[in-house]
């Protein structure tokens, strides 16, 4: 009897000691996993600026830069150009965003290198599913503008960074309706641009844009060789178009990515077909139809 006490607690002990070890590898794996990731985010994700929307008035245009938080020593001298350039750049990609004209959008980048290249071919892509998104569910924007808020301007003789948020307004009705809905959300840039030394249209050209998009679960079907001029659409209308309806309002749902929950969302409220929408923390989302930017089998409810 004392053999066979024995015999199994030297069992339990094996098993606990295996489970230990399986425990402490899974630890270490996450650790290593959560630094990947670390390394892999842009810049711009880093940058918070979630209190310092609050009393701002929405335009109907992009707005100008708010220069008040930067010393006056430190302004670039070539700041109202900047202000100028920037300004009808996000103009013309959200009216690229509209009507899927884009041959203007080639004035604003330089085209010329890897990264002007895939800096424009990025907004070609975002445009494009943004786009099909709203075709597939008979949804239809009305207006997107933009404000600019600037947080800092960095100057090497022809090459400029320029830290900003770009704040969104999407106004949109659906299909035989008449009320307008309205969502909006915050997207941090680090854009780099260079001065232009020859006789272009623009003083500048963007090469660089990093941020964080709420696009980037759902633009890998969309390819372009940067010789288009309108982007048109690549799905058709689904009358019968379906979403969840599992979702009530104060819902928690996450967004998973490879295993893993990118982000959480509250539901806030439905628009007025019935969509869920969502608020988040993630770039200050406010109202926002809950599957934009995302497949909806990588959207679940979290309990």
């Given at each position: ?38 390394g ?83 907004e ?35 090459k400029?960074?320029?830290d ?83 979702y ?39 109202n926002?139809?809950?599957?934009l930017?995302?497949?909806e ?7």
């Amino acid at each position: 009897m004392v053999t066979n006490d024995k015999h199994n607690n030297s069992k339990i002990s094996i098993k606990n000691i295996i489970i230990s070890m399986a425990y402490c590898i899974l630890i270490i794996s996450l650790f290593a996993y959560f630094f990947y990731c670390i390394g892999k985010v842009p810049p711009s994700n880093y940058v918070s600026k979630s209190n310092l929307l609050n009393n701002i008035n929405i335009s109907t245009s992009v707005g100008n830069f708010d220069t008040s938080d930067i010393p006056e020593s430190s302004i670039d001298p070539y700041e109202d150009e900047l202000n100028t350039f920037i300004t009808a750049a996000f103009n013309t990609r959200n009216e690229g965003f509209l009507s899927g004209k884009v041959s203007k959008l080639y004035d604003y980048y330089g085209t010329s290198s890897a990264n002007g290249q895939y800096s424009l071919g990025y907004e070609f892509r975002r445009i494009s599913y943004l786009r099909d998104w709203s075709l597939e569910r008979a949804i239809i924007f009305t207006s997107i503008n933009s404000i600019v808020i600037i947080n800092k301007v960095i100057r090497n003789d022809n090459k400029i960074i320029v830290d900003l948020d770009e704040h969104y307004t999407f106004n949109y009705i659906h299909n035989k309706q008449f009320a307008v809905n309205k969502f909006t959300l915050t997207i941090p840039h680090i854009l780099t641009l260079y001065t232009n030394d020859d006789n272009s249209k623009n003083s500048f050209y963007i090469d660089k844009d990093y941020y964080s998009d709420i696009f980037n679960d759902d633009l890998d079907d969309y390819i372009f060789t940067l010789s288009e001029t309108l982007l048109p659409y690549t799905k058709r209308l689904n009358p019968n178009y379906e979403v969840s309806n599992n979702y009530k309002k104060d819902d928690i749902i996450r967004f998973d990515k490879s295993f893993f929950t990118d982000h959480k969302a509250i539901i806030s409220g439905f628009d007025s077909n019935g969509y869920p929408l969502i608020d988040s923390n993630l770039f200050n989302i406010s109202n926002m139809p809950f599957d934009l930017g995302w497949k909806e089998k990588n959207i679940k409810l979290s309990y």
